[in-house]
């Protein structure tokens, strides 16, 4: 944003900057704080002609459901209506329409894993500069779908769903339109205003309108695609004991991702394995403080017997009595190899390794990026990251992993049901377990969605009497 809107010849003021990891409900106070400090900023700077402002764009409250869209409504009133507001937000994203209304455009991540952090804010910049170039502004649209799908069950790296972007893409390269959106909303949101979004731009409102809706029409036609294939913990594990690829079995415990939200303290594979007796090898990583506390009692190379997991997940899980060896210690700081996330710092506090057995385990204070391999890579006498035949787990990060990174040096991936081996957990795939209470017009069942067909026909002919109505001229703009 910084740099498209410095090199537009504009100049930059900045306002307020807050992050937080994924996770619960956010305290309203710190809501309330991030509005006081930022309008006070803008009200000193006013008049402004644009205002740029990046969000992921899914964030609740404790009294909120719509954190983002009272923010961006808040930023319109004090701004006033003639300053272009562009913002970026994740692809998962729940776009609401006070959002929409608030704002000129939002543009949204187009990769899963999110690789083009920077990019999205550069095209948010480009249609503000746009906008106020002295010519027409473009011109954008939302519309929405009715599902809300796992985030564990489509990529745009390949797939429908990756082609579905290549499409949208062409069609910006053509020039038809001059920027487009896909949001796939985090699923475990439970609000009113939910579901999949499409967001386009162009030169006119037309063709923002008729491209929004086929890209709508194109996305809901894949909806069956967006299954996630599970399998149980016992069944990878007996999977990885007979695998003689020279590869690891990578075993991604979505349900327990601290990138969704969830802590990443689930001991269930450990608790597998040793109930097994597996001698499978194993490269495990687990968040649990309380036992990195008990661990830095002991010394390097010391057997000792702890508790691992469940300390944090509200208890989705229970504790794993382990004997151990204590393998080395490291401070907890690491940069992400990526693609995802490339190049950002991670701390995840105190962190040990443990070797059990055939198992070595990863324990720290804070999950911070699961999915990414220098997360064991940098401690050179811990848990090595890739080559070797055996199990390595990662709480999340299913899609972090492009085809030239880990996936082609480990034999394969197995998502299974969630951290505890049953269907309830922090971010479960099975998102009927969940039993939301906000949703007011539940999405489509993949299975039963003809509810679904006859909505998403409604805005199809809604759009066409629209477009007649233009052409009598009766319509309004």
Known sequence: ?????????????????????????????????????????????????????????????????????????????????????????????????????????????????????????????????????????????????????????????????????????????????????VFQMQPWLDVADAGSAIVTVARDKLTAKRRAVDLAERLFHIRSTFRAELYSIDEVISRAERNHSGKPIILVDAADSSNAGACGDSPAVIARILARGSHVKAAISLNDAQAVDAIYRAREGEAISVMLGGARGGGFYQPVRVEARVRSFHDGHFVQEGPAGRGLHNNIGRTAVLSAGSMDILVCEGMSAPGDPQLYRHRAEGVPAGGGEGLHLLPGGLRAHGPGDLRDRHAGYRPHPSGSGTLQAAAALLLSVYGHQRILHPPARIDADGAARRQMRKRRSELCMKRDARRAGTGSR
């Open 1 to 181: 944003m910084i740099r498209v809107t410095e090199e537009g010849g504009g100049t930059v003021v900045p306002l307020y900057s807050m992050n937080g990891n994924s996770g619960g409900a956010v305290d309203h106070g710190v809501l309330l704080h991030f509005l006081e400090e930022t309008i006070s900023r803008l009200r000193a700077e006013l008049p402004v002609e644009g205002l740029l402002v990046s969000l992921h764009g899914a964030t609740q409250t404790t009294q909120v459901e719509d954190a983002c869209g009272l923010l961006l409504q808040q930023l319109r009133a004090v701004a006033g209506e003639e300053t272009v507001i562009a913002v970026s937000c994740d692809l998962h994203a729940n776009v609401t329409a006070l959002m929409q209304k608030s704002v000129n455009y939002i543009c949204g991540y187009h990769t899963y894993p999110h690789e083009d952090f920077f990019e999205t804010g550069c095209r948010a910049a480009r249609l503000l500069l746009s906008a106020l170039s002295g010519g027409p502004a473009p011109r954008s649209v939302r519309t929405t779908v009715p599902m809300i799908v796992p985030a564990s069950s489509y990529t745009t790296l390949r797939g429908p769903f990756g082609a579905l972007m290549r499409y949208g893409e062409s069609l910006v390269e053509a020039g038809e339109l001059l920027d487009f959106s």
